[in-house]
């Protein structure tokens, strides 16, 4: 396994580049030319790429050796399991005060807050008492809501209200954002390994090195944000910190009404749209088993003795040539629509966990297989993000995408939670000659459950037949000539 982790990381990592340069050849919008040849949009698009970039390297390098670490300070599956269930369920108990917090600290001091609290979650890493990991997943359940909301929240605020530049090149940051966070996934991947493994300093080291870079990141929000803070200041900026105590509980009571009335307006779009429930269904199935992956991969591949980081990056480098095989699949030359990439995505997601509930079997474990099954498993999320977005984009409305995506995640990490807590209860209940059954056993529910996520997307196909909202602009409607 040693040998066959390394080979599949250089096989991928060439067709990742290859696949890259065939891309940009192609891709090349007129949005982005304009948007490039702008210095203003150019220097604050650096300003908010380096604190955000930051971020998520310090969010990456924490991948490979969770569960190993776990593992390292002898705790059981089941109780592994129990502190995964405490991450995700954090994150949906933070959700909604992910979206507040902007509101009443402003957008630049609650980066600053995920800075701190992520940071005092790596810490908590150094010790073996399991409640004391239990509070750090919690604060890591903060951290990544906060992540996955503030940073960007801060950035279309500065681009819209502050600079008045066009909307049309938000896709320009995030995309460059999307290109660079697949690159810093795979690189993130080969410094824990060279940390953990090849310097020998363990599998803590890596939550260690995320520290210095989410201090960096800290430091570039207070020193070169506070100058975007100054000028929303001068523009009125009614969502920033709130700088007056006395008008503090008449705000709080405005902004929790807000947010109530946003949550109920999303639940309305939800329920009188056909598409867009069948969406969340989708998103739902897909990323609660996904969830239930991160969690599993670990244990199936780590016995055998591969490289864990280098195993990370291989599934990173596979996710990214699915993305770029995305991009390649919706351009000019070949047209391909979102929605049949999504069906794609799906099936090779559905057969990924078929073949691992036959390379998971007790007593004949199959490493290479289960390896590529991983593997097929990430090229499918690198097809399925895009364009799961791209269908967002066109069916939930913009004023209510933020409160949509909330209630998909709602079920989400429900079933997700569900999922570890039945594996937590097989594992617990297992004999000797049955510590592998859960897992299998969990493969085959996760086979199942895309099973339905594919019945979902055809049953939305149908619903849109003849929906431009569903397809891609100057592409033909069915029917027509």
């Not at 410094?191 to 090195?209: C, D, K, Q």
């Not at 291989?314 to 070949?334: D, E, I, N, Q, V």
Request: aromatic fraction near 12%; charge should be positive.
């Amino acid at each position: 396994m040693f040998v066959t982790a390394y080979l599949a990381f250089i096989v991928l990592a060439g067709l990742c580049v290859t696949l890259e340069i065939t891309a940009r050849r192609l891709n090349s919008s007129q949005a982005t030319q304009t948007a490039v040849a702008n210095p203003a949009f150019r220097r604050f698009q650096k300003l908010f790429l380096k604190a955000y970039l930051l971020a998520l390297w310090a969010d990456w390098l924490q991948g490979p050796y969770l569960y190993k670490l776990y593992r390292h300070y002898n705790f059981l599956e089941s109780q592994i399991a129990i502190l995964y269930v405490c991450g995700l369920a954090s994150c949906v108990l933070f959700a909604p005060v992910a979206g507040w917090l902007p509101q009443f600290l402003g957008r630049r001091q609650t980066c600053l807050l995920f800075c701190l609290t992520y940071s005092i979650c790596c810490i908590t890493k150094l010790s073996q008492d399991y409640f004391m990991l239990m509070l750090g997943r919690v604060l890591g359940g903060l951290s990544t809501s906060l992540l996955t909301t503030v940073f960007e929240a801060w950035y279309v605020h500065g681009h819209v209200e502050v600079h008045d530049f066009p909307k049309e090149w938000i896709p320009v940051t995030f995309g460059k954002v999307a290109n660079w966070n697949h690159g810093l996934a795979v690189a993130a991947g080969l410094v824990a390994n060279l940390f953990a493994e090849w310097l020998g300093l363990g599998p803590v080291a890596p939550f260690l090195l995320a520290i210095p870079s989410l201090a960096a990141s800290a430091w570039f929000v207070l020193s070169e944000w506070g100058q975007e803070d100054k000028q929303e200041a001068a523009s009125g900026d009614k969502n920033g910190p709130l700088l007056n105590p006395l008008n503090a509980p008449k705000l709080q009571m405005s902004t929790r009404a807000r947010f109530w009335r946003s949550c109920l307006d999303g639940l309305r779009c939800l329920l009188s749209d056909r598409r867009v429930m069948l969406l969340g269904g989708v998103q739902a199935l897909f990323e609660s088993v996904l969830y239930i992956f991160v969690f599993l991969w670990t244990p199936v591949l780590d016995p055998h003795g591969p490289p864990l980081g280098i195993v990370f990056s291989s599934l990173m480098a596979a996710s990214m040539a699915g993305s770029t095989l995305f991009r390649l699949a919706t351009s000019a030359p070949y047209r391909l629509q979102p929605g049949h990439l999504l069906c794609l995505a799906v099936l090779l997601a559905f057969f990924s966990f078929f073949m691992l509930t036959f390379s998971t079997v007790p007593g004949q474990p199959r490493p290479r297989e289960s390896l590529l099954a991983f593997l097929l498993l990430e090229l499918a999320c690198g097809l399925y993000f895009p364009a799961v977005s791209f269908l967002q984009g066109r069916v939930v409305p913009m004023e209510r995408r933020a409160a949509v995506l909330a209630w998909f995640r709602l079920p989400l990490h429900l079933l997700a939670c569900l999922g570890l807590l039945a594996l937590h209860g097989e594992v617990s209940g297992a004999g000797a000659g049955e510590a592998g059954s859960g897992t299998r056993h969990m493969f085959a529910g996760c086979a199942g459950m895309m099973l339905a996520a594919l019945l979902a997307v055809v049953s939305l196909f149908t619903v849109g037949r003849n929906d431009a909202d569903l397809r891609l602009e100057g592409t033909k409607l069915e029917g027509e000539i």
